[in-house]
């Protein structure tokens, strides 16, 4: 344990605020940077996301209703969030909170913005009567485990792994804060597993949606290369459960979508259409160009 201390000042300003990896996609005040139009395809439904466990939900969302023979495709556009995509006149005017996934929808009479992940996954759900159930215990169910994620992935994203994988120096007490907070939730998970195939129960639906992309992935060993720091093999029921949704190819595909990093054949920038997955990911470009 460092034996530095911290004194916080009477009043926090901007300038003080140390650096880290993501600093530069940090700022303390809301609205836009600069002026730039959001791009639109021809498709109903427009996302601008990037592949984010956030974004991956809602890509793997729509590849799931498009593989079970619904009317739901879409464009997706990158933000890139190094570069502050995310700040642009455009992004900002269907997310002002300035954060990705956002979709606007464009199959009614006027586009809607729909921002937050948990609300497109619930907005996509209604719409298209898919993984979550119209009504009755196993909708509470589902929506339970879906507004769980929303409240618990902060503390292993913005708090185990900002602390343990990105933060300028490697502190122990918040690494030790968060890291029993992330096996506290695995282990939530886990017990809840130990007598279902899915997180809400006998049925695939948006919180298996919502939830694997983060702690499936931090399984598997796709988060903050922490899988063996965290001991998540003793998590059996929840690595069973990471791998089967891991197997679909819908969340393959959904994976790959606004990729813009790792692997080139698992970088698709942009998804147009479902060909798009045979000829533009990032190791096909030149072959196709």
């Not at 690494?175 to 096996?183: G, L, Q």
């Not at 059996?236 to 990729?259: E, H, L, S, T, Y």
Request: net charge negative; with cysteine.
């Amino acid at each position: 344990m460092s034996d530095n201390t911290y004194t916080p000042p009477e009043v926090w300003t901007w300038e003080s605020a140390s650096g880290g990896k993501f600093a530069s996609t940090n700022r303390p005040i809301a609205g836009p940077t600069h002026d730039k139009e959001l791009p639109q395809g021809k498709h109903p439904f427009q996302l601008h996301s990037l592949a984010t466990p956030n974004g991956v939900k809602v890509t793997v969302m729509l590849e799931e209703l498009l593989a079970a023979g619904h009317d739901a495709e879409y464009d997706a556009w990158l933000i890139n969030i190094g570069e502050g995509d995310q700040f642009g006149s455009g992004f900002v005017e269907i997310n002002p909170n300035s954060k990705i996934p956002a979709l606007v929808d464009r199959t009614g009479d006027t586009p809607l913005r729909v921002f937050e992940s948990g609300s497109i996954l619930m907005h996509l759900a209604e719409k298209f009567d898919a993984f979550l159930p119209r009504e009755g215990p196993v909708r509470t169910e589902v929506i339970n485990w879906l507004m769980w994620q929303m409240g618990s992935a902060p503390y292993l994203g913005g708090g185990f792994g900002h602390f343990y994988a990105y933060a300028p120096e490697k502190w122990q007490y918040p690494i030790d804060r968060f890291a029993m907070e992330t096996k506290r939730q695995l282990d939530v998970l886990d017990r809840q597993l130990a007598e279902r195939p899915y997180i809400a129960g006998d049925d695939y639906s948006i919180a298996d949606i919502a939830i694997w992309p983060w702690y499936g992935q931090l399984c598997l060993g796709r988060l903050y290369s922490a899988a063996t720091f965290l001991d998540v093999e003793s998590y059996k029921n929840v690595m069973a459960w990471a791998r089967k949704i891991d197997a679909r190819p819908a969340v393959q595909r959904g994976r790959m979508v606004n990729r813009s990093f790792g692997e080139p054949h698992m970088q698709l920038h942009e998804r147009h259409s479902a060909e798009d997955f045979e000829t533009k990911t990032q190791d096909k470009i030149g072959e196709h160009a």
